[in-house]
């Protein structure tokens, strides 16, 4: 009896194009929901996949390579596609509230939109860092900077990355790689390029066992990046250079900022990436939806929001409350069979599953050199380049889930009660 289950006809809306909603969309595309309108609403028409960033970055990855489709998942999911920004929800009307584009309606919600580096209580940080969230804009930045030490190798560059996370630490051997192969291949010598990291603990990656810690830090050590532990930065601010500074040339790397530690410490640098803390939108934050300190979404274990349970959440968004797991994109990865569950169980009136999180999983880091770390628990084996290779194959075989999709046209969505949708 319950194979012939359908729901009326339903409004699913999806925010955000994260690694959970990918997977989602895709589902749906395998295994539709007749009645259902399924649409996704996200600032970006494509998006980038954690795994392979750090490697994008170093050069090894092109951007397509490393990028879901969300247009080709979208038709492929017969999912509208509206790209916008998502500014707020009214909650009393099922309306998600967009800054270009009339309100959508939603009977069912999920969000999935990632977090990013909480920067504002850092006197100049907004206005002169690069956040590492959201990744567009971060390698609209980064590209820019490619193109800018390409063209002016002889030029020094001096780079501070704000974090000492996974996150930082991985941008900063990332970044390395490829300004330093560019540098090479021009035959400039590496002195031109100066990497610092500062973090605010007297450890880097402290979530990470001992051993790995200790690797990375003389991995770092070893390529020339600068280190500044248990160094809080506490203002960020544009230099005041003379005209002859070494450091302003015309045509070469740009301003120069400051980067001042409680300590006292003061560096100078061309660029500042931010990659502190995750944390989560203003609009979430007043939005009606019970979160936690920092603003993210508490779920329960069927990943409903515990305040509307029409509402569900994934990823780094989301904060279960029996299961608070890092903000990791092997999590967002693992929701997405169970959210795609549950939404369909919703829309057709049958009761939830819930989902456990696994507490340890394995994570490769790459070094920025083509070789990686592996890590679980207490378990982890030092960089080598078959660590790489395996990293590079599990990667590459999530994204092929994505690519070379049958091409659908959106259900038709031309009704009355559908235009009152938009």
């Known amino acids: 009896m319950q194979q012939n289950l359908q729901p009326k006809a339903k409004n699913l809306v999806l925010i955000g194009g994260g690694h959970s909603h990918a997977i989602v969309l895709k589902m749906f595309g395998m295994k539709p929901l007749p009645g259902v309108r399924l649409t996704l609403i996200t600032a970006t028409s494509d ?6 960033l750090p490697g994008h970055i170093a050069g090894f990855y092109s951007h397509d390579e490393c990028h879901i489709d969300l247009q080709s998942l979208a038709n492929f999911a ?19 509230v967009c800054a270009n584009r009339p309100a959508v309606d939603f009977d069912v919600l999920s969000i999935d939109i990632g977090s990013t580096p909480a920067t504002l209580s850092v006197a100049g940080a907004a206005a002169y860092a690069i956040a590492a969230k959201p990744v567009s804009q971060l390698l609209e930045y980064w590209d820019k900077l490619v193109e800018t030490v390409s063209k002016n190798p002889q030029e020094s560059i001096s780079i501070a990355i704000v974090g000492g996370g996974a996150g930082g630490v991985e941008l900063a051997l990332s970044m390395r790689a490829r300004l330093h192969g560019i540098l090479a291949q021009t035959q400039q010598s590496s002195p031109n390029l100066a990497i610092h990291l500062f973090q605010r603990g007297t450890e880097l990656m402290p979530k990470y066992h001992q051993s790995v810690r200790h690797q990375i830090q003389q991995i770092l050590i ?27 040339t015309e045509g070469g790397n740009g301003e120069v900022f400051e980067v001042k530690c409680e300590s006292g410490l003061m560096v100078e640098c061309n660029k500042i990436f931010w990659v502190t803390q995750a944390s989560a939108p203003e609009w979430l934050k007043t939005s009606g939806l019970r979160t936690d300190k920092q603003g993210f979404i508490l779920v329960e274990d069927t990943l409903q929001s515990q305040t509307h349970p029409h509402i569900f959440a994934a990823g780094d968004i989301a904060t279960m409350v029996n299961h608070p797991r890092p903000k990791a994109g092997v999590f967002a990865v693992r929701q997405g069979k169970p959210l795609f569950e549950n939404l369909q169980r919703i829309l057709l009136n049958k009761s939830l599953k819930p989902y456990k999180p696994q507490k ?30 395996w990293k590079d194959w599990i990667d590459r075989r999530f994204m092929k889930r994505f690519s070379n999709l049958p091409q659908r046209k959106p259900k038709n969505h031309s009704s009355a009660g559908y235009n009152n949708l938009c």
């Open 47 to 52: 998006t980038a996949y954690s795994g392979m």
């Open 78 to 96: 017969q999912a509208e596609l509206y790209i916008d920004t998502v500014v707020g929800l009214d909650l009393k009307n099922n309306k998600v």
């Open 360 to 389: 340890e999983y394995l994570s490769l880091i790459g070094t920025g050199d083509k070789r990686a770390i592996a890590t679980k628990g207490t378990f982890n084996l030092p960089p080598h380049k078959l660590l790489w290779c």
């Open 222 to 248: 070893e390529k020339g990046i600068k280190l500044h532990l248990g160094e809080t930065v506490c203002k960020v601010a544009p230099k005041n250079l003379t005209p002859n500074s070494s450091l302003q």
